[in-house]
């Protein structure tokens, strides 16, 4: 079945096909380039010592707008604050997406970018309704942090949804570090202690992206090269092969099964990492100062490669649900990432194996602190079986239907599932509680006031979210790794 390309532009179809790969693919890779070379040009002319809040909004909106309806075209453009009518719309685009256009082919369509304006209209609806609407005692340290305390103009709004920086392929940055960032008054700000107070630093000049910008690229080169020399020839749906299953030993079938994993996420690293260094690029990202006064340009990275960490739906979801919010964050994720039926059985999947990680780590992992030996030999057992966890989660994602699912799932004899079930079954189940800094919660991604963060099977270790990539190999994720 040939891809069809559902919107966008088709100037670039020669290209497309001399290099074989769909016109949505290579309009994302050339438009965001493009928005690498823009940001450079951003920083450069438009900097905030001498241009105007509002050229700056005006010029980064009307880019975005460009690029976004050059790749994608304008379906996404009309979403509200309200929570119920932003996912509901980007639910219609999912469906529209795979039921009519392109069923299980890859293309680097407008639900991609739908995907992050509905977090951003939705973590913004939430933060203006905390700044305006409640009380600071009602509010979780992290809620008072990211807070908006006025009403944001229309081309505000429009400009922290639309800017041509994160339009494409996130990342996902908080109302308030984007306002500072355009309005120039980020890199004033020093990270001071660990109580994440800041303090205006004065006597600084304005610090250079270049080499955080530089190393970022070479990462998504590595990650480029990674995929196109090793990613094809390790295919996940192999997992499902009837020789494979029938020949394969168990330790095989575990190996393949991580690595054909493993060898997916590049692709996820190339366009994250390159949405990163263009919003650096334009001098968007600083975290402030470390230590040893070196510049920090890590505050809205889409994800840490060595850290697999999680996404942003805790701010919106967890700290907010009235019950079960594990539950609910699952099932949240699942309806944002789409309507494919794999999606639904990962999540499923990923409750059961982050419930169950949680009452082994609190009835066992106490016995296993000292001496350190044991320790090591406690963190090397749990971070083999979390990736294995991972990965056996997260298999539907990739094969998307229900038919191939289920015959990895019986492949295997749904072990995992009956282990996770035995656990909750047979072990007591320590409540934490919620608001806490514990192993089951995570930490603000976008909020400079909390730098250590925590991971939960919840978003797994390809990320998520964002968006760029389609739905159709998203085993990533941005659901991060289930920590035992």
Known sequence: MATTSTTGSTLLQPLSNAVQLPIDQVNFVVCQLFALLAAIWFRTYLRSSKTSSFIRHVVATLLGLYLALFCFGCLFLFS?????FALGYLTVCQITRVYIFDYGQYSADFSGPMMIITQKITSLAYEIHDGMFRKDEELTPSQRGLAVRRMPSLLEYLSYNCNFMGILAGPL??????????????????????????????????PSPNIAVIQKLLVCGLSLLFHL?????????????????????????????YVSLLAARPKYYFAWTLADAINNAAGFGFRGYDKSGAARWDLISNLRIQQIEVSSSKSVCYERASF???????????IWHGVYPGY?????????????????????RHYFIEPPQLKLLYDVGTWIVTQIAISYTVVPFVLLSVKP?????????????????SVLLFLPVKKTQRGKNTHENVQLSQSKKFDERENSLGQNSFSTTNNVCNQNQEVASRHSSLKQ
């Open 344 to 364: 639904y059985l990962t999540f499923l999947t990923g409750v059961l194996m982050t419930l169950a990680a949680r009452a082994m780590r609190n009835n066992f």
């Open 80 to 84: 509200r604050y309200c929570f119920v």
């Open 324 to 334: 079960s919010p594990t539950i609910q964050t699952f099932i949240l994720s699942a």
């Open 405 to 421: 699912s289920f015959m990895f799932y019986s492949s295997w004899y749904y072990c995992l599932h009956i282990v996770g079930l």
């Open 229 to 257: 020399t090793i990613c094809k020839t390790l295919p996940v749906e192999y997992n499902i092969d009837e020789h494979f299953q029938a020949t394969a030993s168990w330790p095989t079938k575990v190996t393949y099964l």
């Open 173 to 206: 940055c908080s109302y308030k570090d984007y306002i500072t960032f355009i309005e120039g008054r980020s890199y004033h700000m020093i990270q001071s202690g660990e109580n994440g107070k800041e303090e205006i630093q004065c006597g600084r000049t304005e």
